[in-house]
């Protein structure tokens, strides 16, 4: 089985893949702090709980933070008697190399997310990505991942509203049902959910007019299916993409050891 990780500044992401298919998939809080024995308690105590009785002989991790990285390597190492795969470090190869500025390190999330983005859907592609930032990344014809947008994620700028000004409240993210809104929770919401959808519209069509030419366009994230049900600039909404292009890279790495 392979322990597929995907650690982002929010949440850290446990699927078990068995070859075929996804057997589980598990949350916890992201804390650079969390010791090897505390994520395999942790793994333990859910695997029991879902009746799940597999065997971790393989591993590969996704990090944007670089923190984590250590305690998760000892965990694979100590409890699951492998050595992972993590994206972005020696040892870990990608089908294609991102095309970038000289010395620029790409986020881990997103090259993974352009290695399952080509796999499914070909080239001359855009990811959008919902995650604590809000990323746009651009794949080329041959699957490079040739550069992107990085803005503000939803729930960070809600976070900053309610910081910045003392009085608006903390408020969670909804679709609001309409535009102009009668009390202060509505208009931050309103706020919020059409200026997402407005911005992502906006950059796409940068995108695609920098580009010069029709670019498919993929929404991964949490909050994905929320914004697609107002705009049509998605093609697909997808919440498995990363793990999925976790998968591919360990399976392109394998094939490489055994060539």
Same mark, same amino acid.
């Given at each position: 089985?392979?322990?597929?990780?995907?650690?982002?500044?929010?949440?850290t992401?446990?699927?078990?893949?068995?070859?075929?298919?996804?057997?589980?998939?598990?949350?916890?809080?992201?804390?650079?702090?969390?010791?090897?024995?505390?994520?395999y308690?942790?793994?333990?105590?859910?695997?029991?709980?879902?009746?799940?009785?597999?065997?971790?002989?393989?591993?590969i991790?996704?990090?944007?933070?670089?923190?984590?990285?250590?305690?998760?390597?000892?965990?694979?190492?100590?409890?699951?008697?492998?050595?992972?795969?993590?994206?972005?470090?020696?040892?870990c190869?990608?089908?294609?190399?991102?095309?970038?500025?000289?010395?620029?390190?790409?986020?881990?999330?997103r090259?993974?997310?352009?290695?399952?983005g080509?796999?499914?859907?070909?080239?001359?592609?855009?990811?959008?990505?919902?995650?604590t930032?809000t990323?746009f &990344?651009? /794949?080329?014809? !041959?699957?490079?991942?040739? @550069?992107g *947008?990085?803005?503000?994620?939803? %729930?960070?700028? =809600? #976070?900053?509203?309610?910081?910045?000004?003392?009085?608006?409240p903390?408020?969670?993210?909804?679709?609001?049902a309409?535009a102009?809104?009668?009390?202060?929770?509505?208009?931050?919401?309103?706020?919020?959910?059409?200026?997402?959808?407005?911005?992502?519209?906006?950059?796409?069509?940068?995108?695609?007019?920098?580009?010069?030419?029709?670019?498919?366009?993929i929404?991964?994230?949490?909050?994905?299916?929320?914004?697609?049900?107002?705009?049509?600039?998605? &093609?697909? /909404?997808?919440? !498995?993409l990363?793990?999925? @292009?976790? *998968?591919?890279?360990?399976?392109? %790495?394998?094939? =490489? #050891?055994?060539?």
């Amino acid at each position: 089985m392979l322990l597929a990780i995907d650690c982002g500044n929010t949440n850290t992401v446990f699927s078990i893949w068995n070859g075929s298919e996804f057997l589980a998939t598990m949350r916890i809080a992201t804390d650079h702090k969390r010791t090897a024995d505390e994520y395999y308690v942790w793994f333990q105590t859910l695997m029991t709980l879902k009746k799940l009785d597999v065997t971790i002989r393989e591993a590969i991790i996704s990090s944007t933070v670089p923190r984590v990285v250590f305690n998760l390597r000892v965990l694979c190492n100590r409890y699951f008697d492998c050595r992972p795969y993590v994206v972005g470090k020696p040892g870990c190869e990608l089908p294609v190399a991102p095309r970038v500025d000289q010395g620029t390190t790409v986020g881990p999330d997103r090259l993974v997310n352009t290695v399952a983005g080509f796999n499914r859907h070909g080239g001359n592609l855009v990811v959008v990505d919902f995650g604590t930032a809000t990323t746009f &990344d651009v /794949v080329d014809t !041959d699957g490079a991942y040739i @550069g992107g *947008v990085i803005a503000p994620g939803v %729930n960070l700028s =809600l #976070e900053a509203l309610h910081m910045a000004a003392a009085a608006l409240p903390h408020i969670d993210i909804a679709r609001p049902a309409m535009a102009i809104g009668t009390n202060t929770v509505a208009c931050m919401q309103a706020g919020v959910y059409w200026g997402y959808i407005g911005l992502v519209e906006g950059i796409i069509r940068q995108i695609r007019a920098e580009r010069d030419r029709s670019m498919k366009v993929i929404a991964t994230g949490g909050l994905a299916p929320l914004f697609a049900q107002d705009t049509e600039i998605f &093609d697909f /909404v997808e919440d !498995d993409l990363t793990m999925h @292009g976790l *998968v591919l890279i360990h399976r392109y %790495n394998k094939e =490489l #050891e055994t060539a």
